[in-house]
Each structure stands twice: as structure tokens, then as C-alpha cells.
């Protein structure tokens, strides 16, 4: 009998659709450095720091003056982005959400 019902809710489960959603728990920091002529700034170095972890994620602009942080935690981020020749410009209060990419231009 025990054979039996197991069989049973065997079939029933492997025969029942099941559809599944991943979650994805980290989102992106992206955006573009430039001066005020519109001029890519390469080699700027930036921060982003979580405000309730006070995890630090570090990146640094390519030639084209674009940078990408992915694997952010769900969180507000205190973002700094400096450079000799550009200087410092800090963005209290960024909100990267999971499953998402902020965009950040600078």
C-alpha cells in the first residue's frame, strides 16, 4: 500500500507544472564621467559605500569614462568619485535596488 500512494504522489508531483522565479539580491552602479565640454574622463577613481554595511566597492573609469559596479547589496550608497585633474564630487543617498542598474553620470 505504502508503494502504492508513493507512486502516487510521485506522479503527481513530477506531472504538476512548476514554473520558478530567481531572485536576484544585488543590483548595478553604472554611469559616465565627463567634463563640462562633455569630454571622457579616464582613470577616476570611485567609491561607493553602503550606508547601513559600511561595505566600501571600489571601480575606476576606462578611456571612455565609464565605470561599472555590479554586485551591489540592496542599499542607500554614499558615492565618491575623485581624480587629480577632475577633483572630488561626492552623491549622498544613491539607492541601488536588487535586480537593477542605476545609472550615475557624472
Avoid at 543590483?27 to 559605500?49: C, F, M
Amino acid at each position: 500500500m505504502r508503494r502504492v500512494v508513493c507512486s502516487a504522489l510521485l506522479a503527481m508531483l513530477l506531472g504538476a507544472p512548476f514554473t520558478l522565479q530567481a531572485q536576484v539580491l544585488y543590483g548595478s552602479l553604472t554611469g559616465n564621467v565627463s567634463d563640462p565640454a562633455g569630454a571622457a574622463i579616464p582613470g577616476v577613481k570611485v567609491e561607493a559605500v553602503n550606508l547601513a554595511t559600511g561595505v566600501v566597492k571600489p571601480a575606476t573609469t576606462d578611456e571612455r569614462g565609464a565605470y561599472l559596479m555590479s554586485d551591489l547589496q540592496t542599499g542607500t550608497y554614499k558615492v565618491t568619485l575623485s581624480a587629480v585633474s577632475f577633483g572630488t564630487v561626492v552623491q549622498d543617498n544613491v539607492r541601488v535596488d536588487g535586480n537593477t542598474v542605476r545609472r550615475l553620470d557624472v
